[in-house]
């Protein structure tokens, strides 16, 4: 691809007297909430290698470069790095910026910085805009949930931006006029539609003084069909009680370039497509401010377009710098241009389907075009939902009566818990919602209540029916949400409770798969949902497991549960090892709690056993017996009589019914993986010695021509890759070291491992400029950390392989960027820009947001 660069740039030139032009560049940053529903935390997804998910894979490829975007030179060196949400409008998912948080946290800080940024660009107006929580399809849910989805968003908004959201993205951009009179009903001003969801549009009277008694210039509609709607300018759509909200009609065509046909392959081509959109001053015509504005999913920006990010940068300062249109916002356009038409929507129409909502409760049609497949399943597996809805929502309520004063009220309150789940904020929170002080079990019984309702929302996100395929992970996902629902609702309505899932497998039996081994939904339930939920009991038997392969402290924290040690002993014998314990497991999201005690045997590499017992057992541990249990264990493993020890456990425990397959996933390869990297390091020890006892007769093999045999090149191939990884990632960086082992690679003819030495090679440079912002921070050793960055950046251009730079060029662009240069001594300063020109940065040209240069 082509990066665009600002020397390259001829926009274009505005008539003589054109109106006021505005660009607004809109982005739908989301994914689906991830999170196992028992753990509350995103576990591996094999699909997103070599990232540990699809949330990690796509925050690196476009959210994070998005924050710190490039904008280069013909040379390819950098001379602006540049905050893209500080300039365009965007809205994030609640449940993503969950996750960026807590795992991407300087990305998520960009994020929130761009909101104030943007506001103080804009006449007070934040370019962030509220999305519905989980993004569920509006239009096919019930009032009810869609009135908590509204206000879930509103609320995780105001949390994180702090300041009332003036617009609100539909996920779809699903539509009704009561979706869109709910959100008006909540202070939502604007929204943002494809410009086919415009049905039919009229002429406002132009002396009307306030949008609250705006009137028709005439009482004829002008029909919008096949997507004809002006998008320049906003739309008043009315509603009810005298409500109103201004509608956004994008420009479809440019949209649809930029997702679909290349447009991002060229900074230079994109700047011209959004100011190609204005019209053509007519004569004799009064100008008006006009808007040129695109809406696409912001994964465009980098994830599915690579390098989409700069492209978008250099547009927006290419329109930026040239005057040739003004960069805006929906909220700054609308105050100082409120709409002139009026406009009514094609009800229950989305931006992704041809067919209205049907993508999301039929075989429409709308798919990703596997031949001989349907989407049938679609339609039971709504069906099946909205059983479990609505069938639970009266038990609910039953269950309710006497604990909370209004469970609805209650449930849209819940968000202030969701965003803190500390004591105090649930204190607070039954303060304002329980009938009663509660006892602490109606207290946890509320909590799981209340997260049996979290889930039947999150069980409707619209990735689940987005896809080909009932066995994708999406679908696995919503049907995971609904376990938890039916998991719940069996445990707090007893009889009633427990038939639900019964009905429910009836109904999504019919979810039919287009693969024959798969089955139908109801065997992708038990197959994947059924053998992932879990109680403390299992949280126990994986902490138990786990703490044979790693050390927990006295107090700590295992996913969603706080653990406390009460006792941990361990015993070996030779390669096998026992642990015993017991421990008090808290969850932090039901308050529901247990003491445990457990035995672990583990007899070398993947040998494991383990059994727990719980104090609610039907019958409780005795700690006296626990103790007389522990020391005729260690009784047994002194005299290293393994079979003893097991007939111990098995007769105190019942059964050792737990194995490594019971850990959670994480930890599962975690804890293989350090069971195989004892094994491969034992094996390249090996390899390494066979190799150094007979380099010189392969070298001498390969300058005589040679092919040197199979074995042979294998233990050089590993000796000097294995070497070259740990030097490049070794604290002391030896570049000459480095340069010998690439010599005698070349020599030896190996082939380096590309992928491994350069991810390390990114991973050191990384390390070293974070340990130049710390010494910067103290302003104590700076000269050495500045020189061992140094070092390490000009060592790595000899490299024969692409290193990743970037995380290295946003923290010395940091440094650049601070005000403090009060430790910027002539050595230092000099010092800093060699390392910044080694860093591939054009020092000379390099200029901040705010135009500033340091050199």
């Not at 999305?131 to 995780?156: C, E, F, K, S």
Request: net charge negative; with cysteine.
């Amino acid at each position: 691809m082509k990066r665009p660069s600002p020397k390259s740039a001829k926009p274009l030139q505005p008539s003589a007297g054109a109106p006021d032009r505005y660009v607004c560049v809109h982005g739908h940053f989301y994914q689906p909430p991830r999170e196992n529903p028992w753990l509350e935390t995103v576990e591996v997804q094999d699909s997103a290698a070599p990232y540990h998910d699809w949330n990690e894979r796509i925050a690196a490829e476009c959210y994070a470069p998005n924050g710190a975007s490039r904008i280069t030179n013909q040379k390819n060196e950098i001379v602006r790095i540049t905050n893209n949400y500080a300039r365009m409008s965007f809205n994030f998912g609640p449940t993503l910026l969950k996750w960026m948080a807590d795992k991407a946290p300087r990305t998520y800080h960009m994020i929130l910085d761009a909101d104030k940024a943007s506001a103080h660009r804009y006449s007070g107006h934040g370019s962030a805009v509220a999305q519905v929580y989980n993004h569920i399809i509006m239009p096919l849910a019930g009032r009810r949930d869609a009135v908590t989805q509204i206000r879930w968003g509103i609320a995780d908004f105001e949390h994180r931006f702090q300041r009332r959201p003036e617009g609100m993205w539909l996920a779809e951009t699903a539509v009704s006029r009561t979706v869109l009179d709910l959100m008006a009903a909540e202070g939502i001003k604007f929204t943002i539609l494809a410009p086919h969801q415009c049905a039919r549009v009229r002429k406002l009277a132009p002396s009307a003084p306030s949008t609250d008694n705006l009137q028709p210039a005439t009482d004829n509609w002008t029909p919008t069909p096949s997507a004809t709607v002006d998008p320049t300018h906003p739309y008043l759509i009315r509603l009810d009680e005298g409500r109103s909200i201004a509608v956004f009609f994008y420009d479809g065509p440019a949209s649809r370039a930029i997702a679909f046909e290349g447009l991002l392959n060229s900074g230079e081509t994109f700047a011209s497509r959004l100011l190609d959109a204005f019209h053509a001053p007519a004569p004799d015509t009064p100008a008006h401010a006009e808007l040129s504005h695109v809406a696409t999913d912001g994964e465009s920006y980098g994830h599915h377009h690579r390098y989409g990010e700069m492209a978008l940068s250099f547009a927006m300062h290419s329109i930026e710098d040239s005057g040739h249109a003004k960069l805006t916002n929906y909220g700054e356009f609308l105050e100082k241009y409120p709409p002139e038409w009026e406009a009514e929507i094609a009800e229950d129409t989305s931006w992704s389907c041809a067919h209205g909502v049907e993508r999301w409760r039929s075989n429409c049609g709308c798919n990703g075009g596997k031949p001989g497949w349907n989407q049938l399943w679609r339609a039971p597996l709504r069906e099946a939902l909205d059983y479990l809805r609505d069938a639970s929502a009266p038990l609910a309520e039953a269950f309710a009566d006497g604990l909370l004063t209004d469970l609805w009220v209650a449930r849209d309150g819940y968000i202030d818990v969701l965003l803190d789940r500390s004591t105090a904020c649930k204190d607070r929170f039954f303060a304002r919602h329980a009938t009663r002080v509660l006892t602490p079990a109606e207290r946890i019984a509320v909590l799981e209540l209340l997260e049996l309702e979290r889930h039947t929302q999150l069980m409707y996100t619209s990735c689940g029916w987005f896809f080909d395929e009932v066995s994708g992970i999406e679908t696995i996902q919503i049907i995971a949400y609904a376990g938890r629902v039916l998991q719940l609702a069996a445990k707090l309505f007893g009889p009633a409770g427990r038939d639900l899932e019964r009905q429910f497998l009836a109904v999504l039996a019919d979810a039919k798969s287009n693969l024959p081994e798969i089955g139908n939904g109801a065997d992708l339930y038990r197959r994947y949902v059924t053998t992932t939920r879990i109680g403390l009991e299992q949280v126990g038997a994986h902490y138990a497991i786990s703490s044979i392969f790693r050390s927990y402290p006295e107090e700590g924290e295992l996913f969603c549960f706080d653990l406390h040690r009460d006792s941990h002993e361990a015993f070996t014998s030779g390669r096998g090892k026992v642990a015993l314990g017991r421990v008090h497991i808290r969850s932090r999201i039901t308050e529901e709690s247990e003491e445990l005690y457990f035995a672990v045997l583990h007899l070398g590499d993947q040998n494991l056993s383990a059994a727990v017992r719980g104090q609610l057992a039907e019958s409780p541990v005795d700690l006296d017996a626990f103790t007389a249990f522990s020391a005729d264990i260690g009784v047994a493993i002194r005299h290293a009589n393994l079979p003893e020890v097991i007939r111990l456990i098995d007769r105190f425990f019942g059964t050792l019914a737990y194995s490594l397959t019971s850990l959670f996933a994480d930890e599962q390869q975690r804890i293989l993986r350090t069971i195989l990297d004892r094994t491969l390091a034992e094996m390249e020890d090996s390899l390494r010695k066979i190799y150094e006892d007979h380099a010189s007769l392969l070298r001498f093999l390969t300058e005589s021509g040679m092919a040197p045999p199979p074995a042979l090149a294998i233990a050089a191939n590993f000796a000097i890759n294995g070497s070259l990884r740990r030097a490049i990632a070794a604290d002391n960086f030896d570049a000459a070291e480095i340069s010998s082992l690439l010599a005698r690679a070349a020599s030896d003819q190996v082939v380096v491992d590309t992928p491994v030495l350069s991810f390390a090679a990114g991973e050191r440079m990384k390390r070293a400029m974070v340990a130049l912002e710390a010494a910067a921070e103290k302003e104590r050793a700076m000269m050495s950390a500045l020189q061992t960055a140094l070092t390490i950046a000009i060592a790595l251009q000899t490299m024969p392989f692409d290193v990743n730079l970037w995380q290295a060029q946003n923290i010395w662009n940091d440094l650049y960027r601070r005000s403090d240069k009060a430790y910027w001594s002539p050595e230092w300063k000099l010092a800093f820009k060699k390392l910044g020109e080694a860093l591939y940065i054009s020092v000379d040209e390099l200029v901040t947001d705010e135009g500033v240069s340091a050199f």
